[in-house]
C-alpha cells in the first residue's frame, strides 16, 4: 500500500468554535496510481492532502507513505519527508516572481537528496527554451508547466496537485494533464490530485468522493492502467 490513510480526524477552532473538517478519513492508493479527489468547496480535501504531504498534521488517526508511519515523525523528520519524497503542485503556481524559470527550479534541487537536471525536467514540460524567463513573462499553461517542473526535479515518490487546472481553460488543461500522465508513467510516480473537472476523473484509477469530512463514494475505473 503506498498510502494508507486510517481514520484520520481533524478540527481547527476559531475562537469559541470547533469545526471537525475530517471525521474519520479513510483511503489507500496503490504505488504508481493516480487518485482524485472530488468534494464540494470546504469538504476538506486541502487539508487532507497537506496532511498526507507533511504540510499540515491530523489529530488522530494513521497516515502512512510508502511505509513510512507520518503521524510518528517529529517535526524535523516530517520536514525531512516532505523536502525529500513528496512534490506538491498548486492552482496558482506559487512560483517565486522575481526568481527565473531555471532559478525556481533549482531553489527546490538544491535542497534535495536525489534531484533530477533542471534542463532534463525543464525538457520534459517543454519549458527549456524559457529557462531565462520570469514568471510574469509566461502564460498561466506555461507557470504550471513550470511548477510541474519545479515538483518533479526532486524525483518524488508522490506528486500531490490541489486544483492544477483549476486557473487554466480546457486545452491548456488537457495538455497540464498529459504532462502529469507522462510523468506518472515515465518515473513511475504515484499521484494524488484534488479536482473539480469529472474528466480528470476519468483518468483516474481511483476516485474519492469527500462530503463534509467523509469519504462517501470510492470508485475504481477498470479502464485505467497504474504506471510500473
Ligand atoms: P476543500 O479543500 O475541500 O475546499 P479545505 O480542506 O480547504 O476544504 O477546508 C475544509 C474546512 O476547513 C473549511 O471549512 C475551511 O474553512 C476549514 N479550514 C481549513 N483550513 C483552516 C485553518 N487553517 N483554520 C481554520 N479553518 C480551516
Ligand atoms: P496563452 O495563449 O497560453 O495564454 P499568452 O498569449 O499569454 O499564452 O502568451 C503567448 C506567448 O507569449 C507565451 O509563449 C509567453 O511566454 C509569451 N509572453 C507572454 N507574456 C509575455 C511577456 N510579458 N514577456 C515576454 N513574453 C511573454
Same mark, same amino acid.
Not at 37 to 56: A, E
Not at 138 to 157: D, F, W
Given at each position: 500500500?503506498?498510502?494508507?490513510?486510517?481514520?484520520?480526524?481533524?478540527?481547527?477552532?476559531?475562537?469559541?468554535?470547533?469545526?471537525?473538517?475530517?471525521?474519520?478519513?479513510?483511503?489507500?492508493?496503490?504505488?504508481?496510481?493516480?487518485?482524485?479527489?472530488?468534494?464540494?468547496?470546504?469538504?476538506?480535501?486541502? $487539508?487532507?492532502?497537506?496532511?498526507?504531504?507533511?504540510?499540515?498534521?491530523?489529530?488522530?488517526?494513521?497516515?502512512?507513505?510508502?511505509?513510512?508511519?507520518?503521524?510518528?515523525?517529529?517535526?524535523?523528520?516530517? $520536514?525531512?519527508?516532505?523536502?525529500?519524497?513528496?512534490?506538491?503542485?498548486?492552482?496558482?503556481?506559487?512560483?517565486?516572481?522575481?526568481?527565473?524559470?531555471?532559478?525556481?527550479?533549482?531553489?527546490?534541487?538544491?535542497?534535495?537528496?536525489?534531484?533530477?537536471? $533542471?534542463?532534463?525536467?525543464?525538457?520534459?514540460?517543454?519549458?527549456?527554451? %524559457?529557462?531565462?524567463?520570469?514568471?510574469?513573462?509566461?502564460?498561466?499553461?506555461?507557470?504550471?508547466?513550470?511548477?510541474?517542473?519545479?515538483?518533479?526535479? %526532486?524525483?518524488?515518490?508522490?506528486?500531490?496537485?490541489?486544483?492544477?487546472?483549476?486557473?487554466?481553460?480546457?486545452?491548456?488543461?488537457?495538455?497540464?494533464?498529459?504532462?502529469?500522465?507522462?510523468?506518472?508513467? %515515465?518515473?513511475?510516480?504515484?499521484?494524488?490530485?484534488? $479536482?473539480?473537472?469529472?474528466?480528470?476523473?476519468?483518468?483516474?484509477?481511483?476516485?474519492?468522493?469527500?462530503?463534509?469530512?467523509?469519504?462517501?463514494?470510492?470508485?475504481?475505473?477498470?479502464?485505467?492502467?497504474?504506471?510500473?
Amino acid at each position: 500500500m503506498f498510502i494508507d490513510v486510517i481514520n484520520l480526524k481533524k478540527s481547527y477552532t476559531t475562537g469559541s468554535v470547533t469545526t471537525e473538517v475530517l471525521k474519520g478519513i479513510g483511503m489507500k492508493l496503490e504505488k504508481g496510481e493516480t487518485g482524485v479527489i472530488l468534494g464540494p468547496s470546504g469538504s476538506g480535501k486541502s $487539508t487532507l492532502i497537506n496532511i498526507i504531504g507533511g504540510i499540515d498534521r491530523g489529530d488522530s488517526g494513521q497516515v502512512s507513505v510508502d511505509g513510512v508511519e507520518i503521524t510518528d515523525l517529529n517535526d524535523d523528520q516530517l $520536514t525531512d519527508y516532505r523536502r525529500g519524497d513528496i512534490g506538491f503542485v498548486f492552482q496558482f503556481y506559487n512560483l517565486v516572481p522575481n526568481l527565473t524559470v531555471g532559478e525556481n527550479i533549482e531553489v527546490v534541487s538544491n535542497i534535495s537528496k536525489s534531484p533530477l537536471d $533542471t534542463d532534463v525536467v525543464l525538457a520534459a514540460v517543454g519549458m527549456r527554451d %524559457k529557462k531565462h524567463r520570469f514568471p510574469r513573462e509566461l502564460s498561466g499553461g506555461e507557470q504550471q508547466r513550470v511548477s510541474i517542473a519545479r515538483a518533479i526535479v %526532486k524525483n518524488p515518490k508522490l506528486l500531490l496537485c490541489d486544483e492544477p487546472t483549476g486557473a487554466l481553460d480546457f486545452l491548456t488543461s488537457r495538455f497540464i494533464l498529459q504532462l502529469l500522465q507522462q510523468v506518472n508513467q %515515465k518515473y513511475g510516480t504515484t499521484i494524488l490530485m484534488i $479536482t473539480h473537472n469529472a474528466a480528470i476523473a476519468a483518468m483516474a484509477n481511483r476516485v474519492f468522493r469527500l462530503r463534509s469530512g467523509e469519504v462517501v463514494e470510492e470508485s475504481v475505473n477498470q479502464n485505467t492502467v497504474p504506471a510500473e
